[in-house]
T-cell receptor, first 111, second 114 residues
Framework: AQSVTQPDIHITVSEGASLELRCNYS??????LFWYVQSPGQGLQLLLK??????LVQGIKGFEAEFKRSQSSFNLRKPSVHWSDAAEYFC?????????FGAGTRLTVKP | DAGVIQSPRHEVTEMGQEVTLRCKPI?????LFWYRQTMMRGLELLIY????????DSGMPEDRFSAKMPNASFSTLKIQPSEPRDSAVYFC????????????FGPGTRLTVL
């Protein structure tokens, strides 16, 4: 069955530190992969997406993600976190007619 | 271009009342999705439309929920009668043609049923 797992419910990092948010999936074929960010009181905003080609994709706000087929993972990274990155992050996997969202990872940024 | 527009942003109602949530998708998008978000259940897909036609409503919790899309620029989600357990944030999202899944979310409607 198709599923998306974000193993970390909550992560705290210091401002300026690097960040990696994990996403693992189970899907019948190579899926389309997405990362969204949700700030408090707002809707989800697309950070980046992977459809095919280069497995390292760049997104907005300095984020990047790497698709690793052998590990069924699509982890999100940022080299230096800013206080404004505090939000909830969702990984999504699938296609237009079968999209699965992870449970989300809440990021807290310490000054 | 304006994003997905939802109204109202906040709704407080009493149990048993009818609630109607509204959504205007981004112009030119041919998919429209309704989601519900709660702390306990996360983000749940309720129903989605393609070219104004409902494709999958298997996520609609029960018959009290109904959704319509009378034209390409407007959709409603109705709850009748509402119950306290319907309290949640409801999101509308739309997708452009041939984009393989990218969704553009509205700001959501926070519904509180007393």
């Amino acid at each position: 069955a198709q599923s998306v797992t974000q193993p970390d419910i909550h992560i705290t990092v210091s401002e300026g530190a690097s960040l990696e948010l994990r996403c693992n999936y189970s899907y019948g074929a190579t899926p389309y992969l997405f990362w969204y960010v949700q700030s408090p009181g707002q809707g989800l905003q697309l950070l980046l997406k992977y459809f095919s080609g280069d497995t390292l994709v760049q997104g907005i706000k300095g984020f990047e993600a790497e698709f690793k087929r052998s590990q069924s993972s699509f982890n999100l990274r940022k080299p230096s976190v800013h206080w404004s990155d505090a939000a909830e992050y969702f990984c999504a996997v699938g296609a237009i007619n079968d999209m699965r969202f992870g449970a989300g990872t809440r990021l807290t940024v310490k000054p | 271009d304006a994003g997905v527009i939802q109204s109202p942003r906040h709704e407080v109602t009493e149990m048993g009342q009818e609630v109607t949530l509204r959504c205007k998708p981004i112009s030119g998008h041919d998919y429209l999705f309704w989601y519900r978000q709660t702390m306990m259940r996360g983000l749940e897909l309720l129903i989605y439309f393609n070219n104004n036609v409902p494709i999958d409503d298997s996520g609609m919790p029960e018959d009290r929920f109904s959704a319509k899309m009378p034209n390409a620029s407007f959709s409603t989600l109705k709850i009748q009668p509402s119950e306290p357990r319907d309290s949640a944030v409801y999101f509308c999202a739309s997708s452009p043609p041939r984009d393989s899944g990218t969704q553009y979310f509205g700001p959501g409607t926070r519904l509180t049923v007393l």
